[in-house]
């Protein structure tokens, strides 16, 4: 209501009361002590509604400080609401920085990686563990066990696993005697997967990592095969980890899962040297130990592949 209407009421209800008044004195005309009465009642009226109207003005003083007020509270919100906008700004820039750093953190990969198999008692444990984990692993199969156990090779193909070159017979004395025996068995072993799994391997493990053929066969011979692999859209691997589980017979998974965690440093990524021949039963033992230290590292597993990390050893 504004201060106009109120004002226009206060008049009506003042004009209401003085011709009450009025009236009042025509019926008591002759009446003059009544009069006197009437005319002190009128009064009275009159400056009640002069009272009313002081206290209706009063009111209206207080509306517009608490207008005013509501206003100021208004803009203060208003100020609040913009100040939390710049927070929520601020929040989402950080959540994406501390995101980025995340996806950075679970760039750190190990690869796993298990030689000399396929074996009957080893294998097969070695891929139930990893199924348990949904992790995937890299296979250097030797094309002699494969032959054996076509199945296993089939199944960690089947599952996801790299089945890679590892030589057909695994014979230093024959592979590393010349370069031409060397390419017959890794033919051999080539087509041996090949019709075990339907695809030649295009990764590939020296017997004994490259250093053992460098020693055995000499430097150019180990460059020699490495060029003819890159032709080939191939690579070979060694490893920057090696679990020691084919240094003795007698390594306990607690040795394995120890050098394991001893040799990762700080290495953004490692290739993991393990073994699945059926001597080999600690390293099934120790591999859910390994694996769970490396994911509480903060890494991820994948498999090896010739376009992505390697590790060539002297
Ligand atoms: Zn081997």
């Given at each position: 209501m504004s201060r106009m209407h109120l004002k226009v009421i206060i008049s009506l209800l003042v004009l209401l009361?003085?011709?009450?008044?009025?009236?009042?004195?025509?019926?008591?005309?002759?009446?003059?002590?009544?009069?006197?009465?009437?005319?002190?009642?009128?009064?009275?009226?009159?400056?009640?509604v002069l009272d009313l109207e002081v206290?209706?003005?009063?009111s209206l003083v207080q509306i517009e400080v608490l207008e005013s007020e509501y206003k100021n509270q208004i803009k203060e919100m208003h100020d609040a609401y913009l100040k939390l906008n710049e927070a929520h700004a601020l929040l989402i820039?950080?959540?994406?920085?501390?995101?980025?750093?995340?996806?950075?953190?679970?760039d750190k990969i190990i690869y796993l990686t298990f030689d000399d198999g396929p074996s009957p008692s080893v294998t097969e444990e070695i891929l139930d563990v990893l199924k348990?984990?949904?992790?995937?692993?890299?296979?250097?199969?030797?094309?002699?066990?494969?032959?054996?156990?076509?199945?296993?090779?089939?199944?960690?193909?089947d599952e996801g696993h790299i089945i890679?070159?590892?030589?057909?017979?695994?014979?230093?004395?024959?592979?590393?005697?010349?370069?031409?025996?060397?390419?017959?068995?890794?033919?051999?072993a080539q087509e041996t997967l090949y019709e075990i799994t339907g695809e030649r391997p295009n990764v590939f493990r020296f017997p004994g990592g490259s250093s053992s053929a460098a020693n055995l066969s000499g430097r150019q011979f180990r460059n020699d095969v490495a060029n003819r692999l890159l032709e080939r859209d191939m690579q070979y691997f060694d490893w920057d980890i090696d679990s020691?589980?084919?240094?003795?017979?007698?390594?306990?998974?607690?040795?394995?899962?120890?050098?394991t965690m001893s040799q990762l440093g700080k290495k953004k990524r490692a290739i993991v040297l393990l073994h699945?021949?059926?001597?080999?039963?600690?390293?099934?033992?120790?591999?859910?130990?390994?694996?769970?230290?490396?994911?509480?590292?903060?890494?991820?597993?994948?498999?090896?592949?010739?376009?992505?990390?390697?590790?060539?050893?002297?």
């Open positions: 009361t003085l011709s009450s008044g009025i009236k009042a004195i025509q019926i008591n005309a002759n009446q003059k002590f009544e009069l006197k009465e009437y005319v002190a009642l009128i009064h009275a009226q009159t400056e009640t206290k209706l003005n009063e820039e950080q959540y994406e920085m501390v995101k980025s750093q995340n996806i950075a953190l679970t348990q984990y949904d992790i995937q692993a890299t296979f250097f199969v030797q094309g002699r066990n494969a032959i054996r156990y076509p199945e296993i090779v089939k199944r960690a193909h890679g070159n590892h030589s057909y017979s695994h014979n230093y004395s024959l592979i590393y005697e010349s370069i031409d025996m060397f390419w017959d068995d890794f033919e051999q020691g589980d084919a240094a003795s017979v007698y390594a306990t998974a607690q040795t394995i899962r120890s050098n699945d021949t059926d001597a080999k039963k600690s390293t099934v033992d120790a591999l859910p130990g390994v694996i769970e230290y490396y994911i509480s590292m903060g890494y991820r597993f994948d498999v090896l592949t010739p376009n992505g990390y390697t590790a060539h050893h002297n």
